[in-house]
């Protein structure tokens, strides 16, 4: 693929999030996992109603959480099980390639979002990645309630559940443990 030339070119392609799943739910079994689309939807509106309760800029935040997958639609999503396999920062390298050639008809700021979020370099890129993470463990919760099945190894993986800087999503992510040691543990 080349750099997109413009905004229309950079708008369809960015349809394909669409139709490009969640992989890690593909590999186990759930049916018709979440798009890409779907879960960047998701974040964006989690980072919209927990921001509120953080020393943030909101905007920003949002901002970040809209490109925070935007690569995806260039080299897939690709769970933890595969990225083992690639050089230390393969990944890292390849969506920022492609983050950059998808933006290229916008200004560098837009393509910087992406760094920032990357890098972690701010409190709100930092909040993107929290609200990332309880995003996947909320949809978890969600498959598990629905009847899907395989999915304990998400509760029991340490990288699922920082410990953050924000007390907003500290609360939901303690939440959340409690309802899936209510509903699904005691099953």
Not at 127 to 154: H, N, P, R, S, T
């Amino acid at each position: 693929m080349k750099p997109n030339e413009t905004l229309l070119d950079l708008l369809l392609e960015a349809q394909v999030l669409d139709r490009v799943p969640r992989s890690g739910f593909f590999l186990r079994g759930v049916p018709e996992p979440e798009s890409v689309a779907e879960h960047s939807w998701h974040v964006v509106f989690l980072v919209w109603t927990l921001g509120s309760q953080e020393d943030l800029d909101l905007g920003r935040a949002l901002q970040l959480a809209l490109v925070h997958d935007l690569g995806e639609a260039r080299i897939g999503d690709l769970p933890q099980t595969v990225v083992r396999y690639f050089d230390a920062g393969a990944k890292a390298r390849a969506e920022q390639a492609a983050v950059d050639e998808m933006l290229a008809p916008l200004p560098q700021k837009s393509r910087d979002l992406y760094r920032e979020y990357a890098a972690r370099s701010s409190r709100e890129a930092r909040f993107v990645k929290v609200c990332d993470k309880l995003q996947l463990m909320i949809k978890v919760l969600a498959y598990q309630q629905w009847g899907a099945g395989g999915l304990d190894e998400f509760w029991h993986n340490p990288a699922n559940f920082a410990d953050s800087e924000f007390e907003s999503a500290n609360r939901l992510t303690r939440e959340l443990k409690e309802r899936y040691q209510s509903e699904i543990v005691r099953e």
